[in-house]
């Protein structure tokens, strides 16, 4: 899986994955419109007229957004919890818009944070990693229970041939918290994880790279630097560009030295572009044509900051 997702962002030249993260504040007014007057009467006895209506139009949002990127970057990263939050006619949306992602070509990253131990992981694992409901390319997980919740993850992975990112050093504020604490041996929380994560990597190495994957934030470059030594082999997915205040710089070296290793999220810098400037000008009904703007300009920028650190 690692190296379909490797090979997509080489054949786009685009190291970019957006995130379908759609907050109700992000959808314009007339897909809210839209939703209301065609309300699916088959869902009212298990869900309240308002989240049919909104997951419905999250549905035909990311529709739009699809259709507008999928042409100029390798993969999508829906959040579960923003579909979650309207239960079943969410998750009917979420399960949508992953195979609705899939036929335009694209690799799916579920975010979906998952971490628990033994029979309950395996489920977690099974529930997005094989060919059930919710099946995805790649998950992300939460290392904080220790090898018990990964190994499952690892099974899987291996049985199925799907990835996970593990999360390692997150681009939250408060991250430091916990992640940059000090262990006994001077290494910091996110340090141990980091070395734990290529351990668990060696089980699934596939060519240079490992389909365990590391979350590494892009709001904090050196850390990043730091990680990037201690997992060579790893695959990072860096959130935290454009509206999280991280830019193209900050994250080379992310990359490995031939501009591979790394694949860079930015989830309302894209999808709510239409909302700011210099992409406001669309308006709500040209919210994908601002998406695909704003991917472009992305695009173009990372391959600037890139093509920069190889000329040392």
Not at 73 to 79: G, H, M
Not at 104 to 124: F, H, W
Not at 134 to 153: K, R
Request: contains cysteine.
């Amino acid at each position: 899986m690692i190296q379909r997702l490797i090979s997509e962002i080489l054949r786009k030249d685009a190291p970019v994955v957006v995130g379908l993260d759609p907050n109700i504040s992000f959808l314009p007014p007339q897909l809210l419109e839209q939703a209301g007057s065609d309300v699916d009467d088959t869902l009212l006895p298990y869900a309240e007229v308002e989240d049919i209506v909104a997951a419905e139009a999250v549905w035909r949002f990311n529709k739009g957004i699809i259709d507008a990127v999928s042409d100029l970057v390798p993969a999508v990263k829906p959040q579960s919890a923003m579909y979650e939050q309207f239960g079943i006619p969410g998750l009917i949306a979420y399960r949508r818009t992953v195979e609705y992602s899939r036929s335009k070509g694209l690799i799916v990253i579920g975010d979906v944070k998952r971490g628990d131990i033994g029979s309950t992981s395996e489920a977690y694992a099974r529930a997005h990693l094989t060919d059930k409901a919710f099946s995805v390319d790649f998950a992300t997980v939460n290392p904080y229970l220790g090898s018990d919740g990964i190994e499952p993850f690892i099974k899987i992975c291996k049985e199925y041939d799907r990835g996970i990112f593990v999360l390692v050093k997150t681009s939250n504020p408060s991250s430091g918290e916990f992640q940059d604490a000090l262990t006994g041996d001077g290494r910091s929380v996110s340090e141990l994880v980091g070395t734990k994560v290529a351990e668990w990597g060696e089980q699934c190495m596939e060519g240079t790279y490992s389909n365990v994957g590391a979350v590494v934030g892009a709001t904090y470059p050196e850390q990043g630097r730091r990680l990037r030594r201690i997992m060579p082999h790893t695959f990072i997915l860096a959130p935290g560009y454009g509206a999280q205040g991280a830019g193209a710089d900050d994250l080379s070296e992310f990359f490995d030295e031939d501009g591979s290793g790394a694949i860079v999220n930015s989830s309302r810098g894209i999808i709510a572009a239409y909302k700011k400037a210099p992409y406001d000008h669309y308006g709500p009904e040209g919210y994908a044509e601002a998406a695909r703007e704003a991917a472009k300009d992305m695009v173009m920028d990372l391959r600037r900051a890139l093509a920069k650190r190889r000329t040392f």
